[in-house]
């Protein structure tokens, strides 16, 4: 079994090391451009088109994230980067979920307990007690409930907040309310205090966090955006801070990474900046799920995470 890998950016030596303890049989190679030699399966992230291009014998391509936009926008600008009738396999989890719980929650917490205000008050040594925000009405509205979001949801609904979740079908999440359908979707955004974005990023999604979404949420409401940066309308998120329609966001991604040093988001205190950190693709987590995959395959057995090119995720 021969398998291609392409990660740029990243220590290929030890992924091919990891991935070859874990299918001691496999003969493993990092792509190079001008390799056409065949192969069984692809390990890839955001793969240059003349990679995949007119492999149609690979059995399957391991996406080695979460999103596959990327890849599906690279298949939309040059067609034929993705071999026609080869699946593409997502990661699942593989530790991510854990890392979004901790971001999000760390990101929701800070709010809902004035941590951005007294940093500030302490850079004026002032001790004073702030009134907090009512528990009851602090409601978090997750976009997507998919691996992650679910996780998220979750984990803010075990601190008693109040957690809604939006998905397009009907989900059932213990401590959550959840709303499915863009007919549901105002219902669930309706006085939400602080609104996380889990959703992949799609043709429906593509700018969901734009002014009319801000105007439906509560007065001075939150965003913690950490799907993708092109969920958001940049100049809308300016505007709602602006009038005070929000009071502050978190964003791990951006429209362009890394963000460009003039872009105004680095000038607005109220804004929150970390280079598209919150879940990270983990080696060894994601070594082992793509070998168990790999095994099942070679099995003749299904596997969960195949991508579904017409929905984008
Ligand atoms: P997932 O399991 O595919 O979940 C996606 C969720 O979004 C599902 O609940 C899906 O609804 C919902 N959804 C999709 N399109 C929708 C639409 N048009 N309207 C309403 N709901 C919609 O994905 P995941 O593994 O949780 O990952 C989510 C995203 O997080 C990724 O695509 C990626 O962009 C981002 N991400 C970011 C980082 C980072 O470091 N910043 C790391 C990992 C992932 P159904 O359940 O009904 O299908
Ligand atoms: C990271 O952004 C991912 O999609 O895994």
């Keep these: 079994m021969k398998i291609l890998f392409y990660m740029p950016l990243t220590d290929a030596a030890t992924w091919l090391h990891d991935l070859a303890r874990a299918l001691p049989d496999a003969d493993l190679r990092e792509w190079q451009p001008g390799d056409r030699a065949p192969a069984d399966f692809a390990v890839v992230w955001r793969p240059p088109r003349e990679m995949l291009a007119g492999r149609d014998t690979l059995r399957a391509i391991f996406n080695l994230g979460a999103g596959v936009d990327a890849i599906l926008a690279l298949e939309r600008e040059q067609p034929g980067t993705l071999p026609r009738n080869v699946p593409l396999i997502r990661l699942e989890d593989t530790g991510m979920g ?9 990101a929701v917490l800070r709010y809902l307990r004035c941590f951005d205000e007294y940093d500030a008050q302490q850079r004026e040594r002032r001790w004073k007690a702030l009134e907090p925000h009512p528990r009851a009405t602090f409601t978090v509205g997750v976009l997507g409930l998919g691996v992650l979001g679910t996780q998220v949801a979750r984990t803010l609904a075990s601190f008693g907040l109040p957690v809604r979740g939006y998905s397009r079908g009907a989900k059932q999440i213990d401590g959550v309310t959840t709303f499915a359908g863009e007919a549901r979707f105002d219902a669930f955004l309706d006085g939400a205090k602080v609104l996380v974005n889990l959703l992949p990023y799609t043709p429906d999604t593509a700018g969901v966090l734009n002014a009319r979404t801000f105007a439906r949420l509560a007065r001075g409401a939150y965003l913690v955006n950490v799907a993708r940066g092109a969920h958001l309308v940049d100049t809308d998120l300016l505007a709602a801070l602006a009038s005070g329609q929000l009071a502050a966001a978190t964003l791990d991604v ?32 994601s070594v082992a799920q793509v070998a168990s995959k790999i ?5 003749g057995e299904p596997v969960s995470g195949v991508v579904r090119a017409e929905r984008g995720y």
Aim: no cysteine; glycine share 2%.
């Design 295 to 299: 095994g099942a395959l070679l099995r």
């Design 254 to 285: 951006f429209h362009e990474e890394p963000l460009p040093a003039d872009h105004p988001f680095w000038r607005e205190p109220r804004i929150t900046i970390t280079p598209h950190t919150s879940a990270l693709t983990l080696r060894e987590e």
């Design 98 to 106: 854990a890392q979004m719980a901790e971001y999000v929650t760390h």
